[in-house]
């Protein structure tokens, strides 16, 4: 079946600095992608979607100069969490979809510090 | 707009119990239903599916049947595992093209504890 391969798994980065998260689709081609955050103890909070070769649409509330995406092919889609501070600590998620399912990476633990 | 309605956990049972989880939608057109399941500390994971009304999805001894008169979806094992033990999310999601927007929406998630 389709599978979404999410690099890196965990992260610990120092406030301030930025973070790139990698999503790949790995045997389908994925016009469209979405960045999902998960608080704990709480369901998965849609960020945005990432549309191949045009802009990403953020949710209400995300603050898309602080999480920039880049859907730049079919099967790659980054989110860059910029100037990362303690609160952005979060497990994200990317998922990609085919005519039938939806598909998730692995997910990402980043830890801000 | 469409929402999924989950039953709060955690549910903790003993190993061989029966599990029950709950899960109604509000939907607009016919949208396809699924269960996740996130083992600590990875991803989500399609556990089933289910495309169009009185369909059963089916895995791993689970079962869920897409019921579009109650507008339910409800997750079943007759007998769980300690293995079982992860969060269960219900989601929706409508997969028409012509919609244009194919936006999978989830429940808040159970999560279930299954004790030796």
């Known amino acids: 079946g389709a599978v979404v391969s999410q690099h890196p798994s965990r992260v610990i980065c120092k406030s301030g600095t930025s973070v790139k998260i990698e999503c790949r689709s790995l045997?389908?081609?994925?016009?469209?992608m979405f960045w999902y955050r998960q608080f704990p103890k709480q369901s998965l909070m849609l960020m945005a979607t990432?549309?191949?070769?045009?802009?990403?649409?953020?949710e209400q509330g995300v603050e898309k100069d602080k999480f920039l995406i880049n859907h730049a092919s079919l099967t790659l889609s980054t989110l860059t969490v910029t100037s990362a501070h303690p609160e952005d600590s979060s497990f994200y998620i990317c998922?990609?979809?085919?005519?039938?399912?939806?598909?998730f990476g692995q997910g990402t633990r980043l830890t801000v510090v | 707009g469409n929402s999924v309605t989950q039953m709060e956990g955690p549910v903790t049972l003993s190993e061989e119990a029966f599990l029950t989880i709950n899960c109604t939608y509000t939907?607009?057109?016919?949208?396809?239903l699924f269960w996740y399941v996130q083992y600590p500390g990875e991803g989500l994971q399609l556990l089933l599916k289910?495309?169009?009304?009185?369909d059963k999805g089916s895995n791993k001894g689970f079962e869920a049947t897409y019921r579009k008169e109650t507008t339910s979806f409800h997750l079943e094992k007759g007998s769980v595992q300690v293995s079982d033990s992860a969060v269960y999310f219900c989601?929706?999601?409508?997969?028409?093209?012509?919609?244009?927007?194919?936006?999978?929406?989830f429940g808040t998630g159970t999560k279930l504890q299954v004790i030796p």
């Open positions: 998922s990609a979809l085919t005519s039938t399912e939806a598909f």
């Open positions: 045997d389908f081609q994925a016009t469209t």
């Open positions: 990432s549309n191949e070769g045009s802009k990403a649409t953020y």
């Open positions: 939907a607009t057109g016919y949208p396809s």
């Open positions: 289910a495309t169009k009304a009185d």
């Open positions: 989601a929706l999601s409508d997969f028409r093209i012509s919609g244009g927007y194919q936006k999978v929406t």
